[in-house]
C-alpha cells in the first residue's frame, strides 16, 4: 500500500505541474518570453507529463490491485485492453465507434501504427476504477447489467472534461470533423459509452465483483478523483465551464443512484 500511496502522490504532483503549466504557459505564451528558462521546459511538457502522468496512474493502480487481490486483476486487464483497442483502432480507422479522428506523435509509440500503446492502458485504470465505484452502491456480487450500466456512466463522466481538455485546449488528438461539443462530436459520447459497457459487461463475466470488493471504495475513489483532476483543472484555467457544469451534473446523477439505493437499502433492512 505504501507504493500505491507514492504512486498516487506522484500522479498527483505530475497533473498539478500539468495544470499550473497550461494555465500559466499555455494561456499566456508571452510569458515565454520573459522566462527564457521555461521555454526549452515548455516545448517538451506536453509529450513528457502526458505520458508520465499514464504510467503513474497504471503504476498506482496496479500497485493497488496487486498489494489486495494479487495476480486476480490480470483477466480483467487482458480484457480492458483488447476491447479498448479494438475501439480505438476502428476510430481511428473507420470512425468507428467515436468519429473520425487521429492521435498525434506527442503520446508516444502507437500499436498498429495507429494506436498510441498508453491509450488501452488509460481505459483498464479508468475502466476498473469506474467499475469499483459502481460495485460500492450495492448491487448483487452476480452478474447485474446495472451496474454495468451505472459504470459506464460513471467512465463516460471522465470523458465530458477529458475531450476538451486533450483535444479541444491541447493537440493529442484531432478530429477530422469538428462536432459541437468544443470540436469534439457527439457519437464520440456515444462511442465511450458503448466501449466502456462492454469493457463494464466483460468484468461482470470475469466476476470482477467477486474481488474487488475487497478494496476499500476510498482507494479507487481517490485515484478517480486524482485522475479527474487534470482535465477538470484544464478546462476550468480554460473557462469553459459549461463542459465542467455538464461534468458535474453527471456525477450529481450517480450520487442520486446512491442515495436512492442507500434509502432502499434501509427500508429493507
Known amino acids: 500500500m505504501r507504493t500505491h500511496r507514492f504512486a498516487l502522490i506522484a500522479l498527483l504532483v505530475v497533473n498539478s505541474l500539468s495544470i499550473f503549466g497550461y494555465a500559466t504557459f ?21 509529450w513528457v507529463f502526458a505520458r508520465l502522468q499514464i504510467v503513474l496512474a497504471l503504476f498506482a493502480m496496479v500497485s493497488l490491485l496487486q498489494a489486495k487481490v494479487r495476480y486476480q486483476w490480470l483477466p480483467a486487464f487482458v480484457a480492458a485492453v483488447v476491447i479498448s483497442l479494438g475501439s ?35 481505459w483498464f485504470f479508468m475502466g476498473i476504477a469506474s467499475y469499483a465505484i459502481a460495485a460500492a452502491l450495492g448491487f448483487s456480487e452476480k452478474f447485474s447489467w446495472a451496474r454495468a450500466l451505472v459504470a459506464s456512466w460513471i467512465l ?29 462530436p457527439l457519437l464520440n459520447l456515444v462511442g465511450w459509452y458503448f466501449t ?37 483543472g484544464i478546462v476550468t484555467a480554460a473557462g469553459l465551464w459549461e ?26 433492512a
Open 26 to 46: 499555455s494561456r499566456n505564451t508571452q510569458l515565454l518570453n520573459q522566462y527564457p528558462w521555461a521555454q526549452p521546459i515548455f516545448e517538451n511538457a506536453y
Open 196 to 232: 466502456g459497457f462492454v469493457i463494464m459487461v466483460s468484468f461482470e463475466l470475469l466476476k470482477v465483483a467477486h474481488w474487488i470488493r475487497k478494496i476499500p471504495t476510498s482507494d479507487f475513489i481517490a485515484f478517480y478523483m486524482a485522475n479527474l483532476i487534470l482535465p477538470l
Open 243 to 268: 463542459a465542467v457544469l455538464i461534468s458535474v451534473a453527471c456525477y450529481a446523477v450517480v450520487g442520486i443512484v446512491w442515495m436512492l439505493r442507500h434509502s432502499l437499502q434501509l427500508k429493507h
Open 156 to 184: 463516460v463522466s471522465w470523458d465530458l472534461t477529458l475531450d476538451p481538455a486533450m483535444s479541444h485546449l491541447a493537440p493529442f488528438w484531432t478530429w477530422n470533423e469538428a462536432g459541437p461539443y468544443f470540436g469534439t
Open 88 to 122: 480505438e483502432f476502428s476510430g481511428t480507422t473507420w470512425g468507428l465507434p467515436f468519429g473520425s479522428y487521429e492521435y498525434t506523435d506527442l503520446l508516444g509509440p502507437t500499436l498498429f501504427g495507429r494506436v498510441p500503446y498508453l491509450i488501452p492502458l488509460s
